[in-house]
């Protein structure tokens, strides 16, 4: 990307933008103007929302500061902000109707792309290499997985489709040994990463051994049945607090027919819950009460990038798990090209140096990290990104979902979320101390 001359980098800008947008209207398009203004959840905002406020943010930042114009519609921004409204109170709301959302976005749309044309993209730290358009591309993809998950909370009948992913077979070794030692995490060069991944820092990760797949559906059903969710030993004293106080049994949007077959459902499809996928719809408390119940735990976070990252060969970090070249749709499942994770081995060609696979796309994995800054932390350019989230109740959540965009996930990217949530597309794999018969650490 640094390599870029400044009309590739335009081309490549307006690819992207385009690319989110089309998203963004397919996912809108779906469903009836009363869908749009629905409260789905009141842990989502309705649809109409999202889709505002990615036309807001994208007028914030690339129309008014980066272009210098003047304001399209001053008296919308309140609407929008998102720490204004909770997402529960969004729908009370006076917001704009369908009908003006989409001609609002399409007229900030038709701004920025003039303000990319006519903007020097280098002497001020919010433009080089296109940063600000790079994160409100990142913005608008957000809110498209944001908006899918409102899609997977959505009663009713199917509307949303896409081709199943590839079939995979469990990689041979089930786990495999990081050995211990330093390595660079987060990064100073990644030119759209954004301010939480900054800045590379060495981190000393003593050896450990963690699993080549994420937990699938038929390993998490044997916790299940083996009464894991009645058993306080595998749960923490607040994991199991939430367990009762929510009356959790099972992943969200499973349920058991009376034969005791599990079926989930999945953007409006009743179907057996599939053995090989990755499980999804889990909260941390459910990710940590399997993984002490399999004898394992969660990777740290730093664990989590070490085995995405590190190349022992040359001892550096590489952008993704299978080397620095952009996400192709043979390393990852990713962008909402299959509605649903892939089963486990499906992306041999994404693997990282030591074999550890679909560490990027299909499920959001837990670690066991809470939610903090770098050392050297910077906030660029507004803190209620990331800063204002620090410190709080969060877990970080690693590699990005089948329903996360290409752009918007890194070997280096952060996402959080409370201990509690799990509308997200969220799994996990499972790792563990090194013990000396696992090999020279
Ligand atoms: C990074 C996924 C936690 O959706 O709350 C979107 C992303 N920030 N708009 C979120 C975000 C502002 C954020 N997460
Ligand atoms: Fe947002």
Redesign the pocket.
Known sequence: DTALTPEQLRTRVAGLLAESRARSTALTEAVDEADLVAQHSPLMSPLVWDLAHIGSQEELWLVRDVGGREPLRPEIDGLYD?FQHSRASRVELPLLTPAETRTYVAEVREKALDALEHTRLTGRRLVEHGFAFGMIVQ?EQ??DE?MLATHQLRAGAPVLHAPPPPPGRQPAAREVLVPGGPFTMGTSTEPWALDNERPAHVVDVPAFVIDTAAVTNAEYTAFVEAGGYDDPRWWTEEGWAHRVSAGLVAPQFWQRDGSGTWYRRRFGVLEPVPADEPVVHVCFHEARAYARWAGKRLPTEAEWEKAARYDPATGRSRRYPWGDEDPTPAHANLGQRHLQPAAAGAHPLGASPLGVQQLIGDVWEWTSSGWHPYPGFEVFPYPE?SQVFFGGDYRVLRGGSFGTAPAAIRGTFR???HPIRRQIFSGFRCARDARPEDGPA
């Open positions: 998102a913005h957000q809110h944001t990104y996402n959080w979320d």
